[in-house]
């Protein structure tokens, strides 16, 4: 054998790593971007600050334990330190569900049109991908999922509300879910978006993560908190499911800085009017954006979450990726749905009004 075909090989495939989308001949960092949800109006009070302020303690490890932060999450939400799972990002965390309940020959389900994460989960363990229908274009199905379900489910991944879609399953849905699951499955409601939608359903995950041995839920501090380059997620699951994803998670996942900054938010007094602010601000902006685009043709589905979804007339003579190049040339990066099957699909992510507007008048200009 020569030396070439003996060195490693992976046992990945290079298109599941690349997220990274390209825009042949224009410079991307220069654009606006309404491509990955991210918070158009700043970062959560106190946050910057303190994240600046623990560099001076950069030589350090940070707490492994990451019990301030466990604590400040635990006093916002009213829930037990103990049973709160910091993540570098909320990413990290369903990764680690994986790592920990899912093996090959078993399988990991979920709706389809899910967040793309939870295949690639199964994909870095090689475990089963199992994808349950949708009802109508993109709403879940929980009567699907659950008849889905086999003796060789370990997780079930639900984001609620959903990415791409939007779209979100009731509190009396997770209900339903929940009371029909064997309690051997785990499910995982992944709800990043909460902030911006239906936020009893929100806090019905959280109840159910509380009280339920085989239920976790995910939050975030990137999308409403506005930190999503500093890296702060948590889970909550009963203390027993929050211990095993403690021990597999790498010590050192949240930094210093992040714990810092994520403290000081979770802290702030004023932390809850500015996220009341945010959310205000979303629900105007995607109020706005979708009324504009529905007038002129393109579908719309209500969405729950800081982004819209939204579908390019058939005769608009002009495809979806055409007009992703069209609004990045008029300096806004916009993300096509290709990767999900949805070829004539949109993703916006909801910023300042001005750029709602601009974004609007460019994709109906666009058309016929
Ligand atoms: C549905 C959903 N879940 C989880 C995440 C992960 O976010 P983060 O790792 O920044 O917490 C995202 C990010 O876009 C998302 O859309």
Known sequence: MSAQARKPQPRTTGSMISVVRKLEGIDKSKLVNLSVNENAWGTAPGAEAAAVAAMAEARLYADTGAWALREAIGGYYNVDPACVVPGNGSEEILDIVGRVYARPGDEILAPALSFAQFRIVAWRLGVDYVESPVVGQMDVDVDALIAAVTPRTRVIYLANPGNPTGRGVDSAGLMRLVEALPPEVVLVLDCAYAEFGDLEAAATALHLAQVRENVLTTRTLSKA????????????????????????????????????????????????????????????????????????????????????????????????????????????????????????????????????????????????
Request: aromatic share 4%.
């Open 225 to 368: 908190w506005g930190m999503a380059g500093l890296r702060i997620g948590w889970g909550v699951a009963c203390r027993e499911m929050a211990d095993a994803l403690n021990a597999m998670r790498g010590i050192g996942n949240v930094s210093g800085p992040t714990q810092a900054a994520g403290i000081a938010a979770l802290r702030n007094p004023e932390t809850p009017v500015w996220l009341e602010g945010i959310r205000q601000s979303v629900i105007d902006g995607r109020t706005l954006l979708s009324d504009r685009l529905r007038q002129a043709g393109y579908e719309v589905p209500d969405s729950q979450t800081n982004f819209v979804m939204a579908r390019v007339p058939a005769d608009a003579g002009i495809s979806a990726g055409a007009l992703v190049r069209k609004v990045a040339e008029a300096g806004l990066l916009i993300r096509a749905c290709d990767d999900y099957g949805l070829d004539d699909w949109l993703r916006l992510s909801i910023g300042t009004p001005a750029d709602m507007q601009k974004l609007a008048s460019v994709l109906i200009e666009a058309l016929p």
